[in-house]
């Protein structure tokens, strides 16, 4: 009888051990999934989310490099320029939308020497004080409401000051107050000041998200252009930006994908290049 209980309770044990291996080797699977999920995000979200293919993005990318440096000095283009995303809509949307859509993108379009200026309501001197001990990375100069009408009313004046600064923003409370003092000097030049949260907490890490991120423009017309990369970056950076961007973008077209017919990448001086476009269905063709 001795033999025959010790004999079962190796079973069990046995068992046990026999189990434990197969829920370590399913823990291991589904970390080696997440990882996986993560270094490849580009890839994963054209295949997923944004209907592009990752192999027709990289040759289009290829091609736009090997132009640009073919037809470039390259002491023009040390800082590189931009290189756009062309979005062509069935259908434009209901109304223009002045305040820009913000879309991450892994490698920023702005370097350290951004000039950055931040519209404040008044009183001002609250604001700057924050600004002075938060000392946020590339604020140059916060502007109160008033200075902005005193100083900066003509037109002539508010186009200087959109020249003055490579990007605007301002505090996410007078942002409905901004588009009748700016007029169109700065909606022209695609400054609008981006909105952000103000506040001691989270200061340094608004800024830092406002400015490194691209923006999207919703126009009354059925054409949009989006700053994705620039010319100075690789291949490798520019694909990923797209990816990241174009995922982005169709969650704030209005019918989303449905509405985009297709998408080109450009440079100011080259033509566009095709990364995608809308299949129509075929129509049958009824027969007597």
Known sequence: MARGKQTASKR????????????????????????Q???ERGISMAQNNNKL???????????????????????????????????????????????????PIPHSLRGDNTDICVFVKDPAKGYKELFASENPPNVSKVMSLKTLREKHGRFEQKRNLSKSYDMFLCDDSIQLVLPRLLGKAFTKSKKYPIPIKVNQENLTRNVIKARDSTYLYLSSGDCLNVKVALTSMDEEQICENIIEAVGAIAKF????????????IKTDESI??????RLEPIKKVETE
Request: glycine letters at 2%.
């Open 12 to 35: 069990k044990r046995s068992t046990k051990t026999k189990t434990k291996p197969s829920t370590t080797t399913e823990e291991q699977q589904e970390e080696l999934q997440l990882t």
């Open 37 to 39: 999920r993560n270094i």
């Open 53 to 103: 293919d990752p192999a027709l993005v990289s040759r289009a990318v290829h091609a736009l490099s090997v132009h640009v440096q073919n037809t470039t000095k390259p002491t023009l283009f040390e800082d590189g320029n931009n290189i756009s995303l062309i979005i062509s809509l069935a259908k434009q949307p209901p109304k223009r939308r002045v305040k820009p859509h913000r879309i």
């Open 253 to 264: 077209i209005p019918r989303k994908w449905k509405n985009i017919k297709s998408l080109s």
């Open 272 to 277: 566009a290049l095709p990364i995608y476009n």
